[in-house]
């Protein structure tokens, strides 16, 4: 491996446990925040911004499969975050779509995620910023890419 490449997996490994840190401090930041973890904002994230969308679909966009998203959607019907309706296309299917909670908690959950990003990046220039999130967008994109290609040749 490559200094750089050392380099690179160090600090991804830093940023996550720096992250679970920050998840566990905005936890208690709010009366909002503390209600919604990890998998079930990702999940609650991917039904808003789809729109109203099937579980085998929103298997596909969370990147897991169906009864891992199934089990995090009961939990998030069961705090009234989404609820499920008939696909007017198709009588048998569900579609899940979050309830104005859901899109609440969302909102606010985002906000207050916001928030510390700012405040991390204050100092930093604009343009800094915005190349931190191009290259981010990059990596992001070709850990997708690469996990899609491991995944059908398996």
Known sequence: MSEADEAIERELMRLVRSLERVHRSLQGADDVSHRLERSAYRVLA????????????????????????????????????????????????????????????????????????????????????????????RFNDGISATALVRQESS
């Open 46 to 137: 991917h039904i808003v911004d789809a729109g109203p969308v099937r579980l085998s679909g929103l298997a596909g966009l969370a990147c897991v499969d169906v009864s891992t998203v199934s089990r995090q959607v009961t939990d998030l019907e069961a705090h009234g975050l989404v609820v499920r309706e008939v696909d007017p296309t198709d009588g048998r299917a569900a579609l899940l779509r979050a309830t104005d909670r859901g899109d609440k908690l969302l909102r606010l959950t985002r906000e207050s995620r916001g928030r510390f990003v700012r405040e991390v990046l204050a100092s930093w220039p604009a343009v800094d910023r915005h190349e931190l999130g191009r290259l981010l967008a």
